[in-house]
T-cell receptor, first 107, second 118 residues
Framework: SYEVTQPPSVSVSPGQTAIIPCSGE??????VCWYQQKPGQSPLLVIF???KRPSGIPERFSGSNSGNTSTLTISGTQAMDEADYYC??????????FGGGTKLTVL | EVKLVESGGGLVQPGGSLRLSCAAS????????MHWVRQAPGKGLVWVSR????????TYADSVKGRFTISRDNARNTLYLQMNSLRAEDTAVYYC???????????WGQGTLLTVAS
């Protein structure tokens, strides 16, 4: 079965750029989306179809997907962005598989 | 505002059964494929099951195949997950979520906690 991999944790200083990778075989051939989850809350979609932002998601969130890696980038990271982030990969023959999640620490 | 509200979680003994429900507000529930996703305490998100818009097509994670059944009642705007032969490792918060464009889940419920323990 298909798998995608994320680092368990990423740290960033306030105002700096956070980069969270998600890797999988030929991931660039699939659609990738990203979810943010804060403690005690449901997941929130922040990026879909590799690089699109849902309404209400700040412009500092962006995404890319090519080759074997998709990346969530948070520019000018704020304290409120501290959360767990999950990538999810989709294609026409499989349901969305989640990465293990990355805990983003803003310090 | 469209919302998803799960219910039916609780404490069940190993080997037991339980049915989760997900009630959707709004009149467009029947247009969307729906999913169940679970999250064990302190762990990550895990996809569980998916059902197409009219309920004729379903898929399951290997870990629940043969034990869980997803279904829906579009007239009642409700999604279900029948869970049988429950195991300790099924303990998790179960979320229902709405799929869009075969590529993302744009609407999630608040989750319902299932605990399997004796």
């Amino acid at each position: 079965s298909y798998e995608v991999t994320q680092p368990p944790s990423v740290s960033v200083s306030p105002g700096q750029t956070a980069i969270i990778p998600c890797s999988g075989e030929k991931l660039g051939d699939k659609y990738v989306c990203w979810y943010q989850q804060k403690p005690g809350q449901s997941p929130l979609l922040v990026i879909f179809q590799d690089k699109k932002r849902p309404s209400g998601i700040p412009e500092r969130f962006s995404g890319s997907n090519s080759g074997n890696t998709s990346t969530l980038t948070i520019s000018g990271t704020q304290a409120m962005d501290e959360a767990d982030y999950y990538c999810q990969a989709w294609d026409s023959i499989s349901d969305g598989v989640f990465g293990g999640g990355t805990k983003l620490t803003v310090l | 505002e469209v919302k998803l509200v799960e219910s039916g979680g609780g404490l069940v003994q190993p080997g037991g059964s339980l049915r989760l429900s997900c009630a959707a507000s709004g009149s467009t529930f029947g247009n969307y494929w729906m999913h169940w996703v679970r999250q064990a305490p302190g762990k990550g998100l895990v996809w569980v099951s998916r059902i197409d818009s009219d309920g004729t097509g379903t898929t399951y994670a290997d870990s629940v195949k043969g034990r869980f059944t997803i279904s829906r009642d579009n007239a009642r705007n409700t999604l279900y997950l029948q869970m049988n032969s429950l195991r300790a490792e099924d303990t998790a918060v179960y979320y229902c979520a709405r799929e869009r464009d075969v590529s993302y889940l744009d609407l999630w419920g608040q989750g319902t906690l299932l605990t399997v323990a004796s």
